[in-house]
Nanobody
């Protein structure tokens, strides 16, 4: 059984930064899709950032971000620590949501979005709340 545990959420003022972490109970992230998702009250869960490193192509990394966070958020992976991070910069009140990390097997595709569809994520953390005040 894989357990994912998020941390790093909290309250921050608009324009500030937060770094979310998600630790896995065992080696989970290598050669798997890894992602951060968020869900605000009354809204559907949405993809924030995805990453996948393909061992079949010499370790090429694929990454994708929601348009709303491009240039502000960065996903990174430390396989030695079984931890994935989401660095959030220049946050806005629209970033307020519960943030979840997830992992799952990839499918054939040509970029992170096609190789890592939402339905392939089968391990989820419990979430960490991020609240941005104006």
């Amino acid at each position: 059984q894989v357990h994912l545990v998020e941390s790093g959420g909290g309250s921050v003022q608009a324009g500030g930064s937060l770094r979310l972490s998600c630790a896995a109970s065992r080696e989970t992230y290598a050669s798997n899709c890894v992602g951060w998702f968020r869900q605000a009250p009354g809204k559907e869960r949405e993809i924030v950032a995805l990453t996948y490193t393909s061992i079949n192509t010499g370790g090429r990394e694929f990454a994708d971000y929601a348009d709303s966070v491009k240039g502000r958020f960065t996903i990174s992976l430390d396989n030695a620590k079984n931890t994935v991070y989401l660095q959030m910069n220049m946050v806005t009140p629209e970033d307020t949501a519960m943030y979840y990390c997830a992992a799952g097997p990839p499918k054939p595709g040509w970029n992170a979005a096609t190789m890592c569809p939402l339905e392939h994520f089968n391990h989820w953390g419990q979430g960490t709340q991020v609240t941005v005040s104006s």
